[in-house]
Antibody, heavy 122, light 107 residues
């Protein structure tokens, strides 16, 4: 069974870069596509972007100019960088499996990490 | 971009009641529609995909229907453990968009 675990700083200063890593266990990161999703306190879910082990990415247009997602297959990890953060970026950040399977066919997000709260504040 | 609109935004029902939540897509998405349950303080969990297919381990009191633009999540007999916020999500193409959520409470 695939398991995901987010890690990274819980506090980031305004205008700086938020950096998080998701470690995948119970399966190879090369078998699926992997996403970052966030949820501001008390609000809904927003898909940030995905990556495939080849390095192919797709980002939400609303965040595209500030987002970079990368992958390290040797560590079975993928990472998120979000630049020029503001208080509006305060959220629980989830990593998740999806939204495509190894064949490229679309799929829902069926495995999620526990989420990590990132607060943007000076 | 395709917008996903859920209704109602919240509801309160009694244990044993039949509960229905609706999700409307602003454009065609075929049946690429998923439903998630998020209990307070917990991680979203996949309930239903392909509009009507129950994820393994999900109780049979949950069901999904519809083929666009309107989709429905039904809880046939509401249980106390169903208190949660429910989200629909389209997954036919990018960007992968969620509805705004429906909060279900016990009356």
């Amino acid at each position: 069974q695939v398991q995901l675990q987010e890690s990274g700083p819980g506090l980031v200063k305004p205008s700086e870069t938020l950096s998080l890593t998701c470690t995948v266990s119970g399966g190879s990161i090369t078998n699926y596509y992997w996403s970052w999703i966030r949820q501001p306190p008390g609000k809904g879910l927003e898909w940030i972007g995905y990556i495939y082990y080849s390095g192919s990415t797709n980002y939400n247009p609303s965040l595209k100019s500030r987002v970079t997602i990368s992958v390290d297959t040797s560590k079975n990890q993928f990472s998120l960088k979000l630049s020029s953060v503001t208080a509006a970026d305060t959220a629980v950040y989830f990593c998740a499996k999806g939204p495509r399977d190894v064949t490229g066919r679309v799929s829902p997000f069926d495995y999620w990490g526990q989420g990590t709260l990132v607060t943007v504040s000076s | 971009d395709i917008q996903m609109t859920q209704s109602p935004s919240s509801l309160s029902a009694s244990v044993g009641d039949r509960v229905t939540i609706t999700c409307r897509a602003s454009q065609g998405i075929s049946n690429f529609l998923a439903w998630y349950q998020q209990k307070p303080g917990k991680v979203p969990e996949l309930l239903i995909y392909a509009a009507s297919t129950l994820q393994s381990g999900v109780p049979s009191r949950f069901s999904g229907s519809g083929s666009g633009p309107d989709f429905t999540l039904t809880i046939s007999s509401l249980q106390p453990e169903d208190v949660a916020t429910y989200y629909c999500q389209k997954y036919n193409s990018a960007p992968w968009t969620f509805g705004q959520g429906t909060k279900v409470e016990i009356k």
